[in-house]
C-alpha cells in the first residue's frame, strides 16, 4: 500500500463491527457460536476415541446351507449345514474356537478351531448334528459361539436356526 500512496491496513480481516469502531468480544462468553463449536469438536473427537478403542477385532456372519435344510445320517443324527464367515480385523493372524448351543446335545461335527489371516474374510463350511430321537421338531433357535484362543475377552455371539423333522 505504500508503493501507491494509499493508507496502510485498507486490506486485513476484521468484521463489521470492528470497522465500525466497536470493541471486539473476549473470552468464550461473549462468543458462543465458538464456544459451541469448540465444545462439538470435543464431544465428536471423544465419541470418535471411544468407537475406535471400543471395536471388535471380530466379525461373524453365519449363512444357513440353500441347498438342503436339514439332511439325516445312518446313525440317526440330524445334520444342518452353514457357511460361517470369520472376518479378522487385527493385524495378526489369530486362532478362533468355534462352538454351538441353544439344543440337548447338539455339536459341531469336524473342525472346531480355525486360523483366519489378518485383515481377511475366511468362509468356513460348519456340519451342526445332533440326535434324531430328541423329541424335538420344527425350527429352533441356536447360537454359535466364536472366540479368541489369544483373547478370552473376544467372543461374538451369533443366532441361528437348525431346523429338526
Known amino acids: 500500500m505504500v508503493k501507491t500512496g494509499a493508507p496502510t491496513g485498507l486490506i486485513r480481516f476484521m468484521s463489521e463491527n470492528e470497522a465500525a469502531g466497536q470493541e ?85 461335527v469336524g473342525q472346531r478351531e480355525f486360523t483366519v489371516e489378518p485383515g481377511s474374510i475366511r468362509p468356513l463350511p460348519v456340519t451342526v448334528a445332533m440326535p434324531g430321537d430328541s423329541g424335538e421338531s420344527g425350527i429352533r433357535p441356536i447360537s454359535f459361539r466364536i472366540a479368541a484362543r489369544h483373547d478370552p475377552a473376544t467372543v461374538v455371539v451369533e443366532k441361528s436356526s437348525f431346523v429338526l423333522p
Open 24 to 108: 471486539q468480544p473476549e473470552g468464550l462468553r461473549k462468543r458462543p457460536r465458538l464456544a459451541v463449536y469448540a465444545s462439538l469438536f470435543v464431544v465428536f473427537s471423544v465419541l470418535g476415541a471411544w468407537t475406535l478403542a471400543d471395536r471388535s477385532l471380530l466379525l461373524a456372519d453365519i449363512l444357513r446351507d440353500r441347498g438342503a435344510l436339514l439332511r439325516e445320517t445312518a446313525d440317526g443324527r440330524i445334520e444342518n449345514v452353514y457357511t460361517l464367515k470369520l472376518m479378522n480385523l487385527d493385524e495378526a493372524p489369530r486362532e478362533f474356537t468355534v462352538e454351538v448351543e441353544g439344543l440337548p446335545g447338539i455339536e459341531i
